[in-house]
């Protein structure tokens, strides 16, 4: 579903990502894990074809970028520090224009079903700028899956949350991944990493360091793993 091979990306004289070798399969749920600065927001823009690669190949969904950037962005949904919400819009109103702009038909019953899933049904006619950080997160969540995508992106959507929205946040995110879709989510957070992820990929000096899954660290965890690989890498 994903394929990334030798990718390079520079901004001017600086090298954040020096030759990236990335692959997801349909249906995976990967975590990508890297201290701050090691490219993670990068990667996934260039993944959503927010960003240009400067060397190396990316395809989503069957499709190279950036050459075909509207077909992937038809199959993808994508989740990052900022909501893409209009506040003084409802929830509904929200997912009524996103639905538009993606062509859906019959968006009505869509949204309902989007609005259940990430818990805001109730809240359907509220406006955004009512909602707490959490809520607003749940609802970015629906709005990036509203199309029914093969692909969601993730970039640390924990950012700013308290734990009972956090925990709020886990349902959804499994019922996300439940559906067969195929995710990928940067976090710093190890513990929900591990507890969501079915993959785990550290970045590390603007390369994959390490990829493992659960079943290679049976005997340890996630940290001890995650620690392991950063240090190999100096």
């Not at 009505?108 to 509220?126: A, H």
């Amino acid at each position: 579903m994903i394929e990334v091979k030798k990718l390079v990306k520079r901004f001017g004289l600086k090298t954040i990502l020096k030759g990236v070798d990335f692959t997801v399969q349909p249906g995976e749920f990967v975590a990508l894990l890297g201290p701050n600065g090691a490219g993670k927001t990068t990667f996934l823009r260039i993944l959503a074809s927010l960003s240009r690669p400067s060397l190396g190949s990316v395809k989503v969904a069957g499709y190279p970028l950036p050459n075909e950037s509207a077909k992937v962005r038809a199959r993808l949904g994508v989740v990052s520090h900022m909501p893409l919400l209009y506040p003084d819009l409802t929830a509904e109103e929200n997912l009524e224009f996103y639905a538009r702009m993606y062509g859906i038909s019959n968006h009505q019953s869509r949204i309902t079903e989007v609005l259940q899933m990430v818990g805001l049904e109730p809240r359907r006619r509220d406006l955004v700028r009512t909602f707490s950080r959490g809520m607003q997160q749940r609802l970015a969540i629906g709005r990036a899956i509203l199309h029914d995508p093969e692909v969601v992106l993730f970039d640390e959507p924990y950012t700013g949350l308290d734990q009972d929205a956090s925990e709020m946040l886990d349902d959804v995110l499994r019922s996300v991944a439940a559906k067969g879709r195929t995710v990928v989510m940067t976090s710093h957070d190890l513990a929900r990493a591990e507890d969501l992820a079915t993959r785990f990929d550290v970045l590390s000096r603007g390369v994959i360091a390490a990829s493992g899954t659960k079943d290679d660290f049976k005997n340890s965890n996630l940290l001890d793993f995650y620690k392991r690989s950063l240090e190999n890498r100096e």
